[in-house]
T-cell receptor
Framework: DAKTTQPPSMDCAEGRAANLPCNHSTISGNEYVYWYRQIHSQGPQYIIHGLKNNETNEMASLIITEDRKSSTLILPHATLRDTAVYYCNLLYYGGSQGNLIFGKGTKLSVKP | EPEVTQTPSHQVTQMGQEVILRCVPISNHLYFYWYRQILGQKVEFLVSFYNNEISEKSEIFDDQFSVERPDGSNFTLKIRSTKLEDSAMYFC??????????????FGNGTRLTVT
């Protein structure tokens, strides 16, 4: 299985941009990178995903390096409600259907 | 915005009892999943389901577990004889297409199962 590496924790000041890095050096050519977050014990919440190009939606931006070995999730103006564990996920594909593999993620603390 | 709903939010059961956890996936989604999270640990994949059959299952998903889509809307996880170590949050998820093709999973808010 391809694996991801994320820092265990990060702090960010409220209103500032939060930049969360992820290394995925073993990613395969057609494999998407998915980002999710988990607030307290709620279900994982989908944020964004990308393949090769940078992506942006109403929640965040995703920057993927040209060699696709790493990516950065950017929350442009972090709020206290963005405090959560952020997961950079790759897929396990057993041949019939893909599924997400969760690592330990980065615990982001947004401070006033 | 459509969402995945799970019931009950909390289930307490005695060891050895059978439990059924229920999920209503998003209506136009075709792919279904169960994950679990033991307190303080990672979210773990249990099983994926498509076209009325299991596509993939993890080592955790042993003979005590089964899944079913009894009608056009519900997706259930049954644990036949619960053990203390089955205590966890169980998350249901669904996706419109195979996630391998860029279709994200959408998760419910989980059922907290407590086995006493």
């Amino acid at each position: 299985d391809a694996k991801t590496t994320q820092p265990p924790s990060m702090d960010c000041a409220e209103g500032r941009a939060a930049n969360l890095p992820c290394n995925h050096s073993t990613i395969s050519g057609n494999e998407y990178v998915y980002w999710y977050r988990q607030i307290h014990s709620q279900g994982p919440q989908y944020i964004i995903h990308g393949l090769k190009n940078n992506e942006t939606n109403e929640m965040a931006s995703l920057i993927i390096t040209e060699d696709r070995k790493s990516s950065t999730l950017i929350l442009p103006h972090a709020t206290l409600r963005d405090t959560a564990v952020y997961y950079c996920n790759l897929l396990y594909y057993g041949g019939s259907q893909g599924n997400l593999i969760f690592g330990k993620g980065t615990k982001l603390s947004v401070k006033p | 915005e459509p969402e995945v709903t799970q019931t009950p939010s909390h289930q307490v059961t005695q060891m050895g009892q059978e439990v059924i956890l229920r999920c209503v996936p998003i209506s136009n989604h075709l792919y279904f999943y169960w994950y679990r999270q033991i307190l303080g640990q990672k979210v773990e994949f249990l099983v994926s389901f498509y076209n009325n059959e299991i596509s993939e299952k993890s080592e955790i998903f042993d003979d005590q577990f089964s899944v079913e889509r009894p009608d056009g809307s519900n997706f259930t996880l049954k644990i036949r004889s619960t053990k203390l170590e089955d205590s966890a949050m169980y998350f249901c998820a669904s996706s419109e297409q195979d996630i391998y093709n860029g279709s994200p999973l959408h998760f419910g808010n989980g059922t907290r199962l407590t086995v006493t």
